[in-house]
């Protein structure tokens, strides 16, 4: 029953911005890590960036700097802010996150359906 809906993907050109939200919906008790990937088809999905349900966040190098990591608990929602795109941070976005649900004992690994951002001229 629960849920990571991604959104906010789109067109942009190089050095513009975007902004990627996930929402976390369903028989929620509790979420601790929520991550970014993107993915190239033909290519792994990597991992851009984390933070720790206390707030703490880390960056894969080529984003640092440009993207930021957040998130609103009260919500279940977390965000990524990307700037100064560049046409090689083209990929489907998932988000991923470690939630407890209510309906079950333990946590577990969630996984979005993926946005889609492209950034060229």
């Known amino acids: 029953q629960v849920q990571l809906v991604e959104s906010g993907g789109g067109l942009v050109q190089p050095g513009g911005s975007l902004r990627l939200s996930c929402a976390a919906s369903g028989s929620i008790a509790g979420i601790g890590y929520m991550r970014w990937y993107r993915q190239v088809l033909g290519n792994e999905r990597e991992l851009v960036a984390a933070?720790?349900?206390?707030?703490?966040?880390n960056y894969v190098d080529s984003v640092t700097g440009r993207f930021t990591i957040s998130r609103d608990n009260a919500k279940n929602t977390a965000f990524l802010q990307m700037n100064s795109l560049k046409p090689e941070d083209t990929a489907v976005y998932y988000c991923n996150a470690n939630i407890k649900s209510r309906r079950q004992i333990g946590w577990f690994d969630y996984w979005g359906q993926g946005t889609q951002v492209t950034v060229s001229s």
């Open positions: 933070i720790t349900s206390g707030g703490a966040t």
